[in-house]
């Protein structure tokens, strides 16, 4: 079993929907968490931290459960712009950073 | 402004080869680490380093070998190239607790 899983997707969606990633990981002594996107070809760019609080940037919002070692995204009025694939990260002690193995979303007009 | 800045771009290689790929940071980050990436495996860690003279295998560290001499730079050798090395590989950087890991544009490998 992967230590941070995500569903893989496609999630095929059409433009103004909202929609939602979620993110299970293994260890239950990871430290910090993050959603990172990257665009076909291209490499990963962080989009937002996740707090223990849940945290909000605009369109997306970032929910953390660490009873449930679950975290996820949410993101509201879907852009064509918003197409790529979602990587959920987790730090572990130490630094080390693992990375799901993303979920693509596809948003049509 | 640099950040990172991974070489080659592009290598084909055969079997047995052997090569290396650079990654060089200017952001004075403690921490450096190379990804690979595959269909539908997502970005696995291969090695990492949290500073000069200090590094640590990821999740498939088997086949590449790593050293960190200094804070900038941070190479990933193959010493005998296999097939399965097939694969986009990553270097990233960042400050050490902060998260944020900066991103080389990546290096496209082919093993024939």
């Known amino acids: 079993r992967k230590e941070v899983e995500q569903d893989p997707g496609p999630f095929n969606v059409p433009e103004g929907a909202t929609v939602a990633f979620n993110c299970t990981y293994s260890?239950?002594?990871?430290?910090?968490f993050f959603w990172y996107r990257q665009d076909c070809r291209k490499e990963p760019k962080l989009l937002m931290s996740v707090y223990s609080s849940g945290n909000e940037d605009g369109r997306f919002t970032a929910q953390l459960n660490r009873a449930s070692q679950y975290i996820s995204l949410l993101i509201r009025d879907s852009k064509l712009s918003d197409s790529a694939t979602y990587l959920c990260?987790?730090?572990?002690?130490?630094?080390?950073?693992?990375f799901g193995q993303g979920t693509e979303l596809s948003v049509k007009p | 402004n640099a950040g990172v800045t991974q070489t080659p771009k592009f290598q084909v290689l055969k079997t047995g080869q052997s090569m290396t790929l650079q990654c060089a940071q200017d952001?004075?980050?403690?921490?450096m680490s190379w990804y690979r990436q595959d269909p539908g495996m997502g970005l696995r860690l291969i090695h990492y380093?949290?500073?000069?003279?200090?590094?640590d295998q990821g999740e498939v560290p088997n086949g590449y070998n790593v050293s960190r001499s200094t804070t900038e730079d941070f190479p990933l050798r193959l010493l005998s190239a296999a097939p399965s090395q097939t694969s986009v590989y990553f270097c990233a950087s960042s400050y050490m607790g902060r998260g944020e890991l900066f991103f080389g544009e990546g290096s496209r490998l082919t093993v024939l």
């Open positions: 260890n239950s002594a990871s430290q910090s």
């Open positions: 990260v987790v730090e572990r002690q130490g630094g080390k950073l693992i």
């Open positions: 952001m004075n980050h403690e921490y």
């Open positions: 380093s949290v500073g000069a003279g200090i590094t």
